[in-house]
């Protein structure tokens, strides 16, 4: 090989050594900005979401997702159908939908999108993939986070022996590491949780205070 | 091929090539580590000064709690009897002044019975088994700093529950109890949340049984998507300390807090602590390795500048190798290289000249040779000189005649030589004698000769028919207009080692014009002569012998000239 071309090819490996560091660097300070993840929520609900929004804001705020987010009252299938799209092309790594039982309306053949996790009671058919507490025999001992004070002066009092929390928080927070999964591996499951045990022992303990509080 | 492979144009831009590129990494391998050491101990140290910050924070608001307690045991329980209205009445009026930041307060005698509680405090059953309890009766000289309570869900509300052992009136008797003091957390907390609370760099605070009391992610630990990995480093370390723990380094940093026992823990990822470096990092790289390109570039251009001209004259000296001596250097390149260019075409120039000079010399030569060969055989000298032999029988001087052609026979007879063109001295003065001769017959003793040689030179050898030029300019220029009374001399000596020959004669001399025009022009004394002018016979000399040799005449109006022959003594030559 001839001294001109060695030159070159010491040259172009440099200057792409060069490039590459310079464009890393640039990546890398946008990389935050390339992660991003849709959240439809129900608008006018009487349901107390703000737990599910904490776990899906605490896990964005760690994982430096941004977050896409509706708030629905009514969505056709079809306007789902084009959100689901428009979303792809903002490249959204995935779709939650936070109880679309409040604003979408149930499909006989369900809605077969596989990039979109549904946090639901009651369309869990409706979906390929979905976020749900396992039920327990027992319905009446169960209570969604944040559980009231009523509830636990019974426990401290001895009056209810144990009751079972739904860490809504938790939920949240899990769908939101499902999807970013999926966003890096192309891979969606359905997340089942089991709900907390919740006796005077642990509340003395204090060990749960953290997702008692409003 | 092989030269090609040891050339120093190939070997050496590579080498300084891959030095400069050896260079640039090591610096920045060198910049990377050196400023990566700095920045960490930076970092640490800043973080330390955060983490001191936070303490003294905590330790005035401790300070202040302190205070409060005191304040309350002195100015409320020391001074007025726990059954009387007074007490009730500041006591409640306390938690008034500072219901911001006290929920309750309760009293306890030494044997865990209350004795007093404020309205919002949940009086605790079996309260002498309470850590709060144990501990400020174990310790009465300091106030014990228990755990954080949970005790208004709704409003995320919790308290601290701050203990220390008093001394009560009751029935005007001095007893011993237990004061219990719900302080709200918020202030705690206020002091702790101002630290960033990332998942990259947080606080936690522990108290002195490593329970939490504070958290920025206690929501994710109670849900069990988080666990606090650095408790264990935290309470070990002295100052600070560096763990892997989630494929990543973490600086941790503790602080204990006065009076209360509780650690302050800093938690940092030393990647994003040194992330702020990265972008000068990568900076510094970009210039380094920009500075490779351009010296590899500079290395490249001047190299070529620097040897370009020198294989250019290599080429040029090849091609001039090769015969073709028109062929120059281009005066170009930096400094010296352009005077080894200049310095080459002025000895191209020389020797192109010296060339040329040897060639005329050649040409020369073979002219002379030539002429030599015709004066050899001179038909004008033989004409007259046998026209001379048969006027001589026809006026019966027979012995004259027999003189004559014997003299005759003698000259070609030497002038030949068998075609030798180098002969002694002896038979170069017997030719030049025998041609005297002869043309003094002719000239029936117009002049008369003398001949005055150094026997002992008479061996060394000399070019052929060198004399007799001399001789002819004697007879046709200096014996002109001489009647019976001219006269030639031959004299050979030595002089400064060299052999002179003077031909002399008294003739009427030459002006120094017609000296310079003889010595420098091919002139010859008579066409009867033998044809070889003296500049002639001067050249060929100094071509044998070299310039220092050859013929000097110098001349005198009126008394004759003399033409000097200086030739070095040579017993043999080759005849090349």
Known sequence: MSSKKKHIILILVLVLIALISFLYMTVRNHRAEKSRITIVLPQNTQEDLSSVQEGIRDYAYDHQIKLDVWYKKQMSEKSFAELVKEEKQNRSMGILLVYPEFYLKKNQNGYKYKEVLALTDTMKESFLHYAAFVRREQEEETYRMPISETVLGQIKSGRKKEVYMENTYRLGYECMQMIEAYGKKKKMESIFLQPLKLDREILEAGSLDALLVR | ?576
Not at chain 2, 9 to 24: N, Q
Not at chain 2, 123 to 142: H, P, R, V, Y
Not at chain 2, 170 to 175: C, S
């Open chain 2, 1 to 576: 091929m092989k030269n090609k492979k040891i050339s120093i144009r190939v070997i050496f831009p590579v080498v300084m090539s891959a030095s400069i590129a050896a260079c640039i990494i090591s610096c920045i391998l060198l910049f990377s580590y050196y400023f990566s050491t700095y920045f960490q101990k930076d970092a640490i140290e800043k973080i330390g000064k955060q983490r001191d910050f936070l303490a003294q924070s905590l330790e005035t608001q401790i300070e202040n709690i302190n205070v409060l307690i005191n304040r309350i045991y002195y100015r409320n329980i020391k001074k007025y009897d726990v059954d009387s209205a007074r007490f009730a009445e500041e006591m409640e009026q306390q938690i008034f002044l500072e219901e911001k930041c006290l929920y309750g307060l309760a009293l306890y005698d030494i044997d865990g019975e209350s004795i007093w509680h404020s309205g919002t405090f949940a009086e605790q059953e079996d309260a002498k088994e309470m850590a709060w309890f144990l501990q400020a009766k174990e310790n009465i000289e300091t106030i014990s700093y228990g755990r954080r309570r949970l005790v208004l869900p709704q409003e995320d509300s919790y308290v601290f529950e701050i203990s220390r052992y008093v001394e009560y009136i009751k029935d005007g008797n001095m007893r011993s109890g237990i004061l219990l003091m719900e302080y709200y957390t918020d202030s705690v907390d206020e002091i702790l949340s101002h630290y960033r609370n990332q998942k990259s760099a947080y606080c936690y605070l522990l108290d002195d049984q490593k329970n939490m009391l504070y958290h920025p992610f206690d929501k994710e630990i109670a849900s069990g998507l988080y666990k606090e990995k650095t408790i264990e480093a935290a309470l070990s370390c002295k100052n600070y300390r560096i763990e892997k723990a989630d494929g990543q380094q973490w600086l941790i940093e503790g602080q204990q807090i006065g009076y209360t026992g509780w650690n302050m823990v800093v938690v940092n990822s030393m990647d994003s602590l040194v992330l702020e470096s990265h972008n000068l990092h990568y900076l510094v790289w970009f210039i380094l390795l920009l500075i490779g390109v351009i010296l590899i570039f500079l290395d490249t251009l001047v190299f070529h500048n620097f040897t370009n001209p020198i294989y250019r004259l290599l080429r040029t000296m090849e091609k001039f190798g090769k015969g073709d001596y028109n062929a120059r250097a281009q005066e170009e390149g930096i400094g010296e290289l352009k005077n080894v260019s200049i310095h080459f075409n002025i000895m191209a120039d020389k020797l192109q000249e010296q060339m040329e000079e040897i060639r005329r010399n050649e040409r020369e030569k073979q002219n002379m040779e030539k002429k030599l060969l015709q004066s050899q055989i001179n038909p004008h000298f033989l004409y007259n000189t046998l026209d001379s032999i048969i006027w001589m029988i026809r006026s019966e001087e027979y012995d004259g005649a027999g003189e004559m052609v014997s003299l005759l026979a003698k000259f070609f007879r030497i002038s030949l030589s068998q075609g030798k063109d180098m002969i002694t001295l002896e038979k170069e003065l017997e030719h030049a004698s025998s041609y005297l001769a002869i043309q003094n017959i002719r000239f029936k003793d117009k002049f008369e000769f003398h001949v005055d040689a150094d026997p002992e030179l008479l061996k060394y050898f000399c070019p052929k028919l060198s004399i007799q030029p001399l001789l002819e300019n004697a007879i046709y220029h200096g014996m002109d207009g001489m009647y019976e009374d001219g006269e030639i001399e031959i004299r050979i000596y030595e002089k400064n080692g060299d052999i002179k020959i003077d031909v002399s004669d008294n003739g009427p001399g030459m002006i120094q014009e017609k000296i310079d025009y003889i010595m420098h022009n091919k002139v010859v004394s008579s066409k009867r002569g033998s044809g070889i002018g003296v500049c002639n016979v001067n050249e060929r000399i100094q071509l044998i012998y070299g310039k220092n040799y050859g013929i000097t005449i110098s001349s005198e109006l009126d008394e004759g000239t003399v033409a000097t022959i200086t030739i070095p003594k040579m017993e043999e030559m080759d005849e090349q």
